[in-house]
């Protein structure tokens, strides 16, 4: 019988597998560049165009704003398309878990989104004078929101469809009025103490947190509660979307 | 250790064992209790009209679906808790060819060797060997959305191979397929079973199911009506003999008139034939009387045995619409050619 240790090397191979397929297959979907790429940086433009800010300060909205819509696209893309044409019956008739099947989908939504964030990073610092002043906590932000929001896009993607468009629109009515409550556009010390209470709810405002604070602003409710909070999301999320799935798979 | 695996291997007379299986939806049961065994080498035909659960079976053996009730083993292991050691061993093939149409062919089972976390050297060499096996090798680095139908269902089944599984389910293998391709994988699968591989195989082909399986399953409404091989399920029915007859010219009251023949059950009129159900030793001679008496010609005489598809019609009652309209009698539900004996003139 195979070991604990070298099943679990195993599944992590296998995670890995279906994470790179998806990332080869499904990254220049037009949905995924639609939903990932395109709407977090046309909603950036019309909100922050003809704003006096610096565009400077702007940037951790744009990395947060980013991190959210990429990660939590891909598995909305992916998995309608993989019921339709029957490629993820594939997997279940793999000699995997539907864990690790899961997880190798997250991480390709966790790497999409990190690899679009990083582009704002960039031309801030190449143009607009950002600097980033804590590294670690850049990574900790970048890594733990992807986490998060991959697996909060995987858990929607367990709504019965076969076209991406069914899940997206769910995701999108609850993506959308959580930019207006996170300190997207208003930040949480200026909105009032009831705002305040429902933005510490949100898992995007403690991402845009996490992001100025690395880029050199501050945070409002502090690294460890911004940190934990995330850290409770992605649990969550990533827990409940193997749950939905596993009871999809009952009613097949 | 290895030894006891060795004696414990050699011990599984079954490839696949079904206790009891039972898939409902709601108030719907899809699958009813079924319970059948495959043995080790053999083809297994899964046959049924639309509905009946031959695809939810298959789904809940391989794994995409979890059975309701009951339980089932594959090569000894059972598929609810051992469901990894149980895939290892299988092979699937489903009804639609569910391959990744972005990547090239090679990509395609690069990818199915790393689901099976199959090493890279392992990997590549089977499959170089599987997509020289189904000419495919040329065109490798070709992506699969240029391929054609045959072509897809072709890759389909060489995924299916990658992991050299001990048991291929194949779900309507050649449906829809032209008929080079239809030949090439009844080969195909012909040659696997030599080589050993179990095969278990749903199609609503009967006569495919005649020809390839060693035994046949019927399900209808979620329930086993009949298993056995073919040549016994049509001795079920040997009252189902008939003979088939064409003229040259057949007369506009042929039909009628082939009834009046005595011993005569029945006249069912197939494309330019007229099927008469009967015995045919009964009634050979009073057809050559009626032939000679009218100034017929005879193109074809056929003594036909009952046909797997007669077993099929009587244990499923399938009965097309248009057959009634043209039998001249009522009462009996074949719809097919049955097994031919005869001459042809």
Redesign the interface.
Known sequence: MMGHSSHLR?EA??AW??AL?DM??YYTRPPSIMFGILFPFSLFLSFSIGRNAPIATQIPVLVAQTLFFSSSSIGPVVIPSERA???F?????????LSSILIGKTLAGVIFGIGISIIPIVVGMALFGSQVVNIGVLVICMSLSSLGFSAMGIMFASIPGQTPGQVMMPLNFVRIPLLFISGVYIPVSELPFWGQVVSLLSPLTHTIELARFALGGETFFGLIPNIAILMAYTAVFLFMGIRFHTMN???? | MGTEVLVKDSQIIDAIGVSDLTKKYGDLVAVDHVNFNVKKGEVFGFLGPNGAGKTTTIRMLTGVSTPTEGTASIMGFDIRHQAIEAKEQMGIVPDISNVYNELSAWDNLIFTGRLYDMPKSFRDSRAEELLKMFGLYERRKEKVEGYSRGMKRRICIAMALMNRSSILFLDEPTSGLDVQSVLIIRDLIRKLNQQGLTIFITTHNIEEASQMCDRVAIINHGKIAAIDTPERLKRTVESLQSVEVAFETAPSDASRELQTIPKVNEVVKEGDKFRLITNPTDVLASIFNYVQVRNLKLITVNTVGPSLEDVFVKLTGIRPATEAKETTSQGRGGQGAGQRRGVQR
């Open positions: 195993r191979r296998v597998a279906i397929k080869r297959t044409n029957q490629t019956d594939r997997f279940l008739t793999s000699p995997v878990s798979q009952k009613k097949e």
